[in-house]
């Protein structure tokens, strides 16, 4: 039998009954597990690394301890105990939703009345801090309400620096008009719900087949200059294998297509089964598939924790298109968190998302063709068709308009739900004016439909 | 000072010249033309580029 080994004491909850219990992160042979007992509803034990890489060099030294006296979860909106600032706002605009999806984080409720436009505009004036905020709005769906256009817009003039719509795509892949209404209004950019290159993976994710109508939504929104970030929910055995066909689609479609995110299947909201080890997607083994998949195109050592949420939460990687080359602008080897320009990890974040998302004003008529892409260094001295990547002038060109991103958010749930990982968020849902961390604000018991 | 204005090197008393100058950071090197001692190598970095194209280059390759 392996032997265990004790890495880290943190707190978590029980996923039966939602107490608080504490937790401790072990190893067994490579892999990394949460373990935790509830003195009603017994132990429970989830994968959280599997053992790709080394967990020590990705989470680093000194992660603290946690106070005695956490009130993580119940505590939530935000208590001195918390560790990061707002980086990014959600805020929810109705429980609706035109789609019927086996997995829904938001739980979708058609009966359940949206909240009136002057609850939100109050909302958005109480939560946004001028030229600062990035605000998503997000739900349910929050294309089908119809004053819409009328939120964003009152988002803008409240202050909001980006606003990010988080939506399916269908109602902005139907109507392009639509598009040209929020674009005006002053839409920053869209987090589109896309989970693979194939129909059947729609089928069996959002009962329906959608990669037309995303398609669709990605050409009216670089129509009209809406930076687009395509987001994948990745579930064991139905579009886990499809993460390197993502990122080629995306980068193939650059710059209309600003980057892919991945979020590994949360199991909170409505669930088929209780999740099984073998469901869970961890964050080293979504980088090695990255990897793998994408035959070395992306690096597993260009893909780096962000300094504002916990390591086991979320990874990004930064890269330019030059003709015909994938550069890497960080390396996690080398990676220096101390070495900035903008002190808060949470504003750094935030102006990391804006410059990488939006589609700047230069871009509105621009058409990047990327053929088959080959990894580079930035220290390879070749020079490309259009210019030395080394050349500050024509770094700097290609940086701001042939950018692309690979970022990644592992959510928790009543299973894996870390309270040293909550203390870090920084993504925060305004509701009854306070911030919540967003695994704080969906954590919901396990109830198997 | 705008960069195309003379500048004389206070301690070779020789005027600057325009020279291809490296620079490097996070592990990254990168060129530009900057106003150069022809004597020491002395460069002058303006507020206006130092603020400018170089804190941009930086942001860029900062991480999140």
């Given at each position: 039998?392996?032997?265990?080994?004790?890495?880290?004491?943190?707190?978590?909850?029980?996923?039966?009954?939602?107490?608080?219990?504490?937790?401790?992160?072990?190893?067994?042979?490579?892999?990394?597990?949460?373990?935790?007992?509830?003195?009603?509803?017994?132990?429970?034990?989830?994968?959280?690394?599997?053992?790709?890489?080394?967990?020590?060099?990705?989470?680093?030294?000194?992660?603290?301890?946690?106070?005695?006296?956490l009130q993580c979860p119940n505590g939530c909106g935000l208590c001195p105990d918390h560790l990061s600032n707002t980086c990014c706002t959600i805020l929810n605009i109705t429980d609706r939703c035109n789609l019927n999806?086996?997995?829904?984080?938001?739980?979708?409720?058609?009966?359940?009345?949206?909240?009136?436009?002057?609850e939100i505009k109050e909302s958005l004036y109480k939560l946004i801090k001028k030229d600062k905020s990035l605000v998503q709005l997000s739900g349910g769906e929050p294309t089908v309400r119809k004053d819409l256009v009328e939120i964003v817009r009152t988002a803008k003039e409240a202050g909001a620096k980006y606003i990010q719509l988080n939506t399916n795509g269908v109602l902005l892949g139907e109507n392009k008009q639509f598009v040209k209404d929020l674009a005006e209004a002053g839409l920053s950019f869209v987090f589109l719900q896309f989970d693979g290159t194939e129909d059947a993976i729609y089928q069996k994710l959002r009962n329906s087949p959608l990669l037309d109508i995303k398609q669709k939504a990605i050409e009216n929104c670089a129509e009209y200059n809406i930076g687009v970030t395509l987001v994948a929910t990745l579930v064991r055995d139905i579009n886990i294998n499809n993460v390197g066909e993502?990122?080629?689609?995306?980068?193939?479609?650059?710059?209309?297509?600003?980057?892919?995110?991945?979020?590994?299947?949360?199991?909170?909201?409505?669930?088929?089964?209780?999740?099984?080890?073998?469901?869970?997607?961890?964050?080293?083994?979504l980088i090695y598939e990255i990897e793998g998949q994408t035959k070395g195109l992306i690096k597993a050592e260009n893909l780096l924790p962000s300094s504002c949420y916990h390591a086991l939460c979320s990874f990004h990687g930064d890269f330019v298109i030059d003709n015909d080359s994938l550069v890497p602008l960080q390396n996690f080897?080398?990676?220096?968190?101390?070495?900035?320009?903008?002190?808060?990890?949470?504003?750094?974040?935030?102006?990391?998302?804006?410059?990488?998302?939006?589609?700047?004003?230069?871009?509105?008529?621009?058409?990047?063709?990327?053929?088959v892409l080959k990894p580079a260094a930035l220290k390879s001295e070749a020079k490309s068709c259009c210019g030395n990547i080394h050349d500050m002038d024509y770094f700097l060109k290609i940086a701001k308009s042939q950018s692309f991103t690979i970022t990644s958010m592992l959510f928790q749930d009543a299973g894996n739900i870390d309270f040293s990982r909550l203390r870090k968020c920084s993504l925060h849902v305004y509701d009854k004016e306070k911030f919540i961390p967003f695994c704080s604000y969906y954590l919901s018991k396990w109830d198997v439909q | 000072?705008?960069?195309?204005?003379?500048?004389?090197?206070?301690?070779?008393?020789?005027?600057?010249?325009?020279?291809?100058?490296?620079?490097?950071?996070?592990?990254?090197?990168?060129?530009?033309?900057?106003?150069?001692?022809?004597?020491?190598?002395?460069?002058?970095?303006?507020?206006?580029?130092?603020?400018g194209r170089m804190s941009e280059v930086e942001m860029q390759l900062e991480d999140k």
């Open positions: 039998m392996i032997s265990e080994k004790l890495l880290y004491k943190t707190g978590s909850v029980c996923p039966i009954c939602l107490k608080p219990i504490t937790a401790e992160r072990i190893s067994r042979g490579k892999e990394i597990f949460l373990k935790k007992t509830c003195s009603q509803h017994g132990t429970f034990e989830t994968i959280i690394w599997r053992g790709h890489y080394d967990i020590n060099s990705w989470i680093g030294n000194g992660e603290p301890e946690l106070p005695e006296d999806c086996n997995f829904c984080l938001a739980d979708q409720d058609n009966s359940k009345e949206d909240p009136t436009f002057s993502i990122i080629r689609y995306g980068l193939k479609q650059m710059p209309k297509v600003r980057g892919v995110h991945f979020q590994p299947v949360s199991f909170f909201g409505r669930i088929p089964k209780i999740p099984s080890d073998r469901d869970r997607i961890t964050i080293d083994e080897r080398k990676a220096n968190k101390e070495t900035t320009s903008v002190a808060d990890p949470a504003d750094r974040n935030r102006e990391f998302i804006g410059r990488r998302w939006e589609r700047p004003e230069s871009l509105k008529f621009a058409t990047v063709k990327p053929t | 000072m705008a960069e195309t204005e003379k500048l004389i090197c206070s301690k070779c008393k020789k005027e600057l010249v325009l020279k291809k100058t490296n620079f490097s950071y996070l592990g990254h090197s990168f060129f530009t033309d900057l106003p150069k001692c022809p004597d020491c190598g002395m460069v002058y970095l303006s507020e206006e580029f130092v603020k």
